[in-house]
C-alpha cells in the first residue's frame, strides 16, 4: 500500500486545506469551490473525479472517462488504491450525504 489514509473530522461545508502549502484546496468561498494546489494529485468523490493530474492518472489501471463511463459500477476509491504511485496521502472526508466520500491525493 503505497498511500496513507488521514480521516478528516469536518463538516461537509468546511474548506479543506493542503498540510503542506495550507492552500484551500476546497474553498467554498470560491464559486469555483475545486481549488488544487501544487501537491494535489487528485480530488474525487466515491461517484466520480474533480480533478487528476496525468502523471496520477497515468498510474491508474483505468482513465478517467473509464471509470466515468461506467460510474453506477466502478467504486472510485477501489481504483484510486489501485494506483501505482509511489507515495502519497489521502485526506478523506465525510460529504455529508449518503455515507460517501471526498478523497482529496498528494504528494508526501
Ligand atoms: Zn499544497
Known amino acids: ?3 496513507q489514509i488521514i480521516p478528516l473530522s469536518i463538516q461537509a461545508t468546511d474548506n479543506i486545506a493542503c498540510p503542506h502549502c495550507h492552500q484551500d484546496i476546497i ?3 470560491e464559486e469555483q469551490y475545486i481549488q ?3 501537491h494535489t494529485l487528485f480530488i474525487a468523490m466515491d ?3 474533480e480533478y487528476i493530474t496525468d ?3 497515468q498510474t491508474m489501471q483505468k482513465t478517467v472517462d473509464e471509470l466515468h463511463a461506467n460510474d453506477d ?3 472510485m476509491f477501489e ?3 489501485l494506483s501505482t504511485y509511489p507515495n502519497y496521502l489521502i485526506l478523506k472526508s465525510d460529504l455529508g450525504a449518503a455515507g460517501y466520500s471526498r478523497y482529496i491525493g498528494l504528494t508526501v
Open 47 to 49: 461517484i466520480g473525479f
Open 73 to 75: 459500477v466502478v467504486n
Open 79 to 81: 481504483e484510486i488504491s
Open 36 to 38: 488544487p494546489c501544487e
Open 27 to 29: 474553498n467554498w468561498q
Open 1 to 3: 500500500m503505497a498511500y
Open 55 to 57: 502523471e496520477f492518472e
